[in-house]
């Protein structure tokens, strides 16, 4: 609801129809929906655009694309690392041009749809970018300031989900807290997709007695303030797209969480 009164306030007509995406690739078998094609295709043969562009891969899409003739650019994301379409390759042109926001993913969704590739991301706002910028000064010394006395601030951000690895997280922070280190974390994200996902986080925070420590907060627009108040900023995704990819990321994390937090009470 937020997204269409956003554009009728920028007066931008919304179409709804119906259609599935992946995250990432299944079975060709589950790529031929007639119901969705046909919506799809007199949605694009009503308003005749020059180009379509879609977010995730959906192969209605690119199949109505190819057929009427139509440009399709795609933008994709992460993909885990050792996918392949083996035999079972699309029957199907799916797009022209992908486009992802890191080198890596690019080039593996280039070479699984056969597509000329393209690299390219939003750039930062000046806030965020100042407070980087800062903190990094900070760290070479340049201002007579460090971390803040008390307990380690960390910060995770992402949809509630498996492959984000909350849940380790969660299971990390509680033996960190069994060993004595005093700390904060704040975990970001949707919590609507994956319900019973959030609801197993909520059950091991109380089973490793965080409650008073770890929380679970909902998505934020705010990313300046979050990012100000943190001390670690944690990426521990199985795959994603920046800044790194780790099989076991929450094993580093652990392990840096409670370097940072020796440095600091040094």
């Known amino acids: 609801m937020r997204l269409k009164e956003t554009l009728e306030r920028e007066g931008m007509p919304l179409e709804a129809v119906e259609y599935s995406s992946f995250t990432?690739?299944?079975?060709p078998a589950d790529f031929d929906n007639e119901h969705e094609r046909s919506q799809v295709r007199e949605l694009l043969e009503r308003h005749a655009p020059a180009l379509v562009h879609t977010v995730?891969?959906?192969?209605?899409?690119?199949?109505?694309?190819?057929?009427?003739?139509?440009p399709h650019v795609s933008t994709l994301h992460q993909?885990?690392?050792?996918?392949?379409w083996g035999e079972n390759k699309p029957h199907f042109?799916?797009?022209?041009v992908v486009h992802s926001d890191s080198l890596y993913y690019a080039k593996r969704w280039s070479q699984l749809l056969d597509a000329p590739r393209i690299c390219s991301y939003g750039i930062t706002t000046p806030g965020v970018f100042n407070l980087g910028q800062t903190q990094y000064l900070k760290s070479l010394g340049k201002e007579n300031a460090g971390y803040t006395a008390g307990r380690m601030r960390l910060?995770?951000?992402?949809?509630?989900?498996?492959r984000k690895q909350q849940l380790?997280?969660?299971?990390?922070?509680?033996?960190?807290?069994?060993?004595?280190?005093?700390?904060e974390l704040s975990l970001y994200g949707y919590t609507s997709f994956y319900e019973e996902y959030v609801e197993r986080?909520?059950?091991?925070?109380q089973t490793w007695g965080l409650e008073e420590?770890?929380?679970i907060r909902e998505f934020t627009a705010d990313i300046e303030g979050v990012l100000s108040e943190a001390d670690v900023l944690l990426c521990l995704s199985r795959y994603e797209s920046f800044p790194a990819r780790s099989r076991k990321p929450w094993q580093r994390g652990c392990w840096w969480c409670r370097r940072r937090w020796e440095a600091c009470r040094s």
């Open 24 to 27: 990432e690739p299944l079975s």
């Open 56 to 70: 995730t891969f959906i192969p209605s899409f690119g199949q109505v694309c190819q057929e009427l003739g139509i």
């Open 93 to 96: 042109e799916h797009c022209q």
């Open 213 to 215: 420590c770890v929380f």
């Open 155 to 162: 910060v995770s951000t992402g949809t509630f989900q498996p």
């Open 79 to 84: 993909v885990e690392d050792d996918f392949a």
């Open 201 to 205: 986080c909520r059950k091991a925070i």
């Open 168 to 183: 380790e997280t969660i299971e990390a922070a509680g033996r960190l807290r069994r060993e004595g280190l005093d700390f």
